[in-house]
């Protein structure tokens, strides 16, 4: 095996992989990527067994050939390199010679054959969507899955395709972001409405291979597993088993007081009184009077904080507890300068929206005052 390639597009490929690769599980194949020729470049290949991926890149190959190389290794010499083609050749015992410049590496490396194979994905298409849309879809609702392991149903994003749009849902039990957003292309069969459980460590590394242009992701399940494609790039993961609770239930229909707010003014006022708050609860007390919005937290051992900011009301008084960290991790996505709470009483959960995206929402249960 014998390649040169532009550094850049080495760096790009070798660091995309970097959270799939496994550095401290029981097979040291794992902490390894796989490195194989094409006729007109590399493909580079990472999995943890649960997640897979491979990406191509653009490359000079004198001699076809592949082999794997330690990962965070390859990764830490490449980034310091200067940019100009690298070139590789694999020696005996999968030895391999690296040089760039004036810079020579040797690097130990497993035989290829060793590498455990992608799983077994379709190639044909369910839904197609723009990578824009996408990397937005995720962004905007990511922040939502439980971390709770022991909740299964709740450690990814529910994608629900319904004709030809696409809901992507997260939840934790405690709030829920829902997003909806137009297909490019849907190819099942009818319009009968699909679901699927996706793992959030799936959508982390796909946030990572969607670049900056424009293009066209296509999605598809083949038995366990679900991929994500994009020319001669793809990420296969392992589907979630479990069921995602019926999400639609615990969205508020009669939230009727709306208090508009200005993003960044309450982001700063709520990051400030949250200084205070429990550390474990994160609660703040959001007072809401005509015009007004006073943000409160009062701990008997830190001490207390209070905040007022002008918003736009003109309902009755209300106050309502909310986890001041799941309130800010929706106003860090949130694009437009006013953000809308939605609100009924101190029983029930804060709705926020905002005017010009009906299609988008988030949703924080109240907590007890």
Not at 29 to 47: F, N, R, V, Y
Not at 178 to 203: F, H, Q, T, V, W
Not at 337 to 357: F, G, P, R, W, Y
Request: glycine content about 6%; overall charge negative.
């Amino acid at each position: 095996m014998e390649v040169r390639i532009g550094r850049d597009h080495f760096l790009s490929g070798v660091q995309k992989v970097q959270g799939i690769v496994e550095t401290k599980g029981a097979m040291p194949i794992l902490s390894h990527l796989l490195l194989s020729t094409e006729k007109d470049g590399i493909c580079i290949q990472a999995t943890d067994l649960e997640i897979g991926t491979r990406g191509f890149y653009p490359a000079n190959v004198v001699a076809k050939g592949s082999v794997a190389l330690n990962a965070r290794k390859l990764f830490d010499i490449v980034r310091e390199l200067p940019d100009q083609e690298i070139h590789m050749v694999r020696e005996d015992n999968d030895w391999v010679t690296l040089k760039c410049g004036k810079s020579k590496f040797r690097l130990p490396g497993l035989p290829a054959g060793d590498f455990p194979a992608l799983p077994e994905y379709s190639e044909v298409p369910i839904m197609e969507f723009s990578s824009v849309l996408l990397r937005e879809m995720i962004r905007k609702t990511i922040f939502a899955v439980s971390p709770d392991e022991t909740r299964q149903a709740l450690n990814g994003l529910l994608l629900e395709k319904e004709n030809d749009r696409a809901n992507l849902v997260g939840t934790d039990g405690h709030r829920l972001a829902l997003i909806n957003r137009p297909l490019l292309k849907s190819n099942a069969d009818g319009d009968e409405p699909l679901s699927y459980l996706l793992p959030r460590k799936a959508l982390t590394e796909l946030l990572k291979l969607i670049d900056a242009d424009d293009q066209a992701f296509q999605f598809s399940a083949k038995n366990n597993h679900l991929a994500f494609i994009q020319g001669r790039q793809v990420i296969v993961s392992r589907k979630i088993d479990g069921k995602f609770p019926n999400y639609k239930q615990v969205i508020p229909s009669d939230n009727k007081l709306q208090v508009s707010a200005n993003r960044d003014d309450l982001i700063h006022a709520l990051k400030r009184v949250a200084l205070l708050a429990d550390e474990k609860s994160k609660m703040v007390r959001f007072e809401i009077q005509k015009g007004l919005l006073t943000l409160v937290s009062d701990t008997t051992e830190l001490g207390a904080a209070r905040e007022e900011m002008t918003v736009n009301y003109d309902g009755e008084d209300v106050v309502v507890g909310l986890n001041a960290r799941y309130v800010l991790d929706v106003l860090s996505v949130v694009d437009d300068e006013e953000v809308i709470l939605n609100l009924k009483d101190q029983n029930h959960s804060c709705m926020i929206t905002v005017a010009s995206d009906t299609d988008y929402l988030s949703i924080v249960m109240p907590m007890r005052l």
